[in-house]
Structures are given as C-alpha cells and as structure tokens.
C-alpha cells in the first residue's frame, strides 16, 4: 500500500511538472487553468470587484420629491456671505478683465430674493479688478484698470462685440441660488437620462414650464439630479425661442451651519460668451447684511457707460 501511495504522488508530481513545462509557452490566464486541473488539494479564493467606471446603482425620487429638493433649495437660506476663487475659462468675458492673474479672490454677498454685490482682487496685491452689484431691476459694474462703471436694467439683451459689457451680477446670482417653482404658472414633469460622455451616470431631469394665453408652453428650466446620491448637479436656463441661456453645474457639496450647499460652481454662458468657475472656501449663511453693503455708487472720474442710452450714445469697453 506504502509503494502504491508513492508511486502516485510520484506520477503526480511528474504531471504538475510536465504541466508546468507545457503551460509557459501560453499565457499566463493558460496556465493558471491548466494548474487547476493537477492532483492535489487546492484552494480557490474568489473575491467580487467593481469593474473600473461601473455605475452605482441608480436611486428612485417622484416627482414630487424632485420638486421638493428645489423647493428646499429655494428656501433654504436667506442671505449668503462668501469667500470665493474664481477661475476664467475659454472664451470667458472675465479673460479680458484678469487675464494677468492666475486667479481672482471674490468676495460675494447675496440677499434673496434679488440683491447682490461682489468683488473680485488681484492675488498678491489685492487691487480691485471688478466691483459689481444688482438689486433685480438695475446691474452696476466698476472695472478700476479700465475705469469704466457700467449701468443698465437686468433686463437689456444687446448683442455687442465686447463680451465684457454682457457680464452682469444676476448672472451669478441665478447660479448661486436656484429660483422657486411659480405654482401658478409653472409645471413640471421628470424624465430619466443618461449621457453618453458619462456613461456611468444616470440623471432626473425635471424640466419646469410655462402655459402661455395661446396655449403653447414654453421651456424655462431644467434642474438635474444625479441618482446616484440624488444631489442637485446642474441648472439649465432658456429663453422662450429654445435658446439655452445659462448652464451651471453643481459639485462638491460641503455643510454650513446646517445648509447643504455646492463648493464648486461652474457657470457657463453660451450667448453672452463667458464662463467662469466658483470655488468656495468659506461660507455664513442668514447672517444680516446691512442694505448699503449692496450700493455700488459711481467713482469719481470713472467714465459711465449706459447700456440703456441710445446706441450712438454708448461707448463700447475696450479689453
């Protein structure tokens, strides 16, 4: 019995080594199988991965629940006071105005429903490179190197050659805060999407719309929820033709003093040919913020310029 016993893991280990042998003219996934069949106790460990870019697995909201977040958002805070960077990007109007810089400190104070003021320096120095203000009906913005103060209704849509005259505060001001849905003359509906750039990502959209006396509709915004954690991730703007007016991606969600809120803000304005991106390094929310903090008054020798004067009257900002 002792030689019969011998004579097999003899056998045995001449196979394993003739295996061996055989299996390091295949690739290694070939060996690995061929081990797999040798006499011989083995263990095999199995252990499950997440292949790289798998999806998380997509979460359900109603759309009533959906328009809770926005309402929640909307309603959330009361006033804003922040310590921000702010980057440019390609083709944005800000390039013109800091281009010198690497990045710009900004200093924003907001006030809902329509108020805010900001203030953008130079690193290092920490001259003023802008000043702006809006209180929903007027924008005012002060550009020291150029000495140019800037002056028009929110509301004025002109097309010019230099984009800095189309930067405006609303402009930031609708990125920074997410505006309620009119109930009474808004509706809404939700739809799944998915994006083939991300194709590990899986969206709620829900777009808000407007009836109109003729019974038309008009889209007026779009507001994405990633179903991964169903976090508000980008706000899209339209005019009543379609146009697209203002994309703005949400990230980096951080607490403040109990308010959920983005720390990374990308802004995009496509007509007026701008973008820029918020980082926020610091953040109070609902502390009061004295009115006159909102005044922009025009500085003394600043050359005005009214973008609500008739044409022959305006003088275009050089960059």
Known sequence: MTHFILSVRFEAGILRIALIKTAQAF????????????????????????????????????????????????????????????????????????????????????????????????????????????????FRLYIPSKQKFIIGKTTVQRPVKNALENLRPQHILQALIVPPIDADRETTYREKLSRRSEPTKRYFVVSIIESQPDRHVILRRKAWFDRADLELVRSQFYEPDGTCTEDVQYSNYQDFQGIHYPTHIELNRPEDDYAVIITIEKATFNDPIPREKFDLQEPEGAELVNLGAPKQEEHPVDQ
């Open 27 to 138: 690739s290694g996934s070939v060996l690995a199988a061929l081990l797999l069949v040798t006499p011989g106790c083995a263990v095999r460990k199995v252990t499950h991965v997440h292949a790289p870019g798998q999806a998380v697995p997509a979460r359900e909201a109603s759309l009533a629940e959906l328009v809770a977040k926005i309402s929640a958002w909307s309603s959330g805070f009361q006033t804003l006071t922040a310590t921000v960077d702010l980057a440019p990007t390609a083709g944005s109007v800000y390039s013109g105005v800091i281009k010198e810089y690497r990045d710009v400190k900004g200093f924003v104070l907001l006030q809902r429903p329509s108020a805010i003021r900001m203030l953008g320096q130079a690193p290092v120095v920490r001259t003023t490179v802008f000043d702006m203000a809006s209180n929903g009906e007027e």
